[in-house]
C-alpha cells in the first residue's frame, strides 16, 4: 500500500508557485492578487477562510479577506461583487460558501465575472471544463487530478467508480475522469445515496472516490484488491485529543481499507491540502491571463 501524501505534494507545489511570483515580480509584473468574500461566523468558514489568506503569503500573493456580518443583504453583497468585477488590480476572488439562508448562493455565484471565477463554480467555468476547454476547473477535483498527476497513477481504461454527486466534487470528477486526457480515459460509474447495489459495483472499481460524506462509509469488504482510493470526506467530529474540540473524518474507513489498496489518501493530509494549491493555481493563471 502506498499512501498519497497531499501535504508534501501541497508543499511543493507552493515551493513552484512562489518560484513564479519571483519571476514574475523580477520581469516587472505585480503579484498574484485573490481576494475572499467571508459572511457570517461559520467556524469551518473562518478556519478555511484563514487558511487560504495564510497560504497567499507563503507564496507571495496578495490577498484581501473581506468580511461581512449576517446581516449583509444579498443586494449589497452584489453590489460588492459587482466592485471585485471591475477592479484592474484583482485577478481573481471566491465567496465562501455556505452563504446565510436569505442570500442565494447560486445568484451570487453567477454574479462573479467567469474570467475571475478562480474557485471554478460558474457555470460558464463548469460548462466549459465538461467540454474540455481552458478554464478553471474548483478546487477539490483538480486537486485529486494533481494528485494522480504526482503519484503517476494510471487511469486510461481504468473503471472509476465516483460515490457523490456533488456539483463541487462528484459531478466535476467523474467529468474530468471521462474526459480524453491524462488523467482521464477512464470509464466512470457515478454513484449516490439511491444507487442499488453499491457494494457490486464498488467491488468492479480500479479507483474509487468516495465524496458523499458520510464518515467511513466505505469498508474492507467494498474494496477491490488493489483498488486506488481517493478520500474526499472531511467531516468534522468532536473529539478530546485536539485543541480545537474537533477532528476530521474521511469517508473511508482507513484501517481497513489500506492494506487492500495500491494507492490510498488519508484524512487528514489526503486531498484536503490540496484544495487550497488549486486555488492558488487558479488563481496564478488568471494572474497570468493564461485561461482568458
Ligand atoms: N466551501 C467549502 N468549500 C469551498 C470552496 O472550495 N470554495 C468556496 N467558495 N466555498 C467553499
Redesign the pocket.
Known amino acids: 500500500m502506498n499512501l498519497i501524501d497531499g501535504k508534501l505534494i501541497s508543499q511543493q507545489i507552493k515551493a513552484e508557485i512562489s518560484e513564479e511570483v519571483k519571476s514574475m515580480l523580477a520581469s516587472g509584473k505585480r503579484a498574484p492578487h485573490l481576494a475572499?468574500i467571508i459572511v457570517g461566523h461559520d467556524g469551518?468558514?473562518e478556519t478555511?477562510v484563514a487558511s487560504k489568506v495564510r497560504s497567499c503569503e507563503e507564496v507571495g500573493f496578495k490577498s484581501t479577506k473581506i468580511a461581512f456580518e449576517d446581516s449583509i443583504s444579498e443586494e449589497e453583497l452584489l453590489q460588492k461583487i459587482d466592485e471585485l468585477n471591475n477592479d484592474g488590480e484583482l485577478d481573481g476572488f471566491?465567496?465562501?460558501?455556505?452563504l446565510p439562508k436569505h442570500i442565494s448562493e447560486q445568484k451570487v455565484i453567477e454574479a462573479i465575472d467567469f474570467r475571475k471565477d478562480v474557485?471554478g463554480?460558474h457555470p460558464v467555468n463548469v460548462g466549459r471544463m465538461s467540454i474540455g476547454l481552458p478554464c478553471f476547473v474548483?478546487?477539490?477535483p483538480a486537486g485529486i487530478m494533481e494528485l494522480l498527476i504526482r503519484y503517476e497513477i494510471p487511469t486510461s481504461g481504468k473503471h472509476c467508480v465516483v460515490i457523490g454527486r456533488s456539483n463541487?466534487v462528484g459531478k466535476p470528477v467523474a467529468s474530468l475522469m471521462m474526459q480524453k486526457a491524462n488523467p482521464g480515459d477512464a470509464t466512470v460509474t457515478v454513484c449516490h445515496s439511491r444507487t442499488k447495489n453499491l457494494k457490486e459495483i464498488t467491488l468492479q472499481a480500479d479507483i474509487i472516490i468516495a465524496a458523499l460524506g458520510i464518515p467511513e462509509f466505505l469498508t474492507a469488504d467494498m474494496v477491490k484488491e488493489g483498488a486506488v482510493i481517493i478520500d474526499v470526506g472531511t467531516t468534522r467530529v468532536p473529539s478530546t485529543e485536539t485543541k480545537s474540540g474537533f477532528r476530521l473524518k474521511g469517508d473511508v474507513k482507513f484501517d481497513e481499507v489500506a492494506p487492500k489498496c495500491s494507492y490510498i489518501t488519508p484524512v487528514p493530509g489526503g486531498v484536503g491540502p490540496m484544495?487550497i494549491v488549486s486555488?492558488l493555481k487558479n488563481t496564478l493563471l488568471a494572474a497570468k491571463g493564461e485561461i482568458y
Open positions: 475572499v469551518g468558514s478555511y471566491i465567496v465562501q460558501l455556505p474557485d463554480f474548483s478546487a477539490t463541487i484544495t486555488l
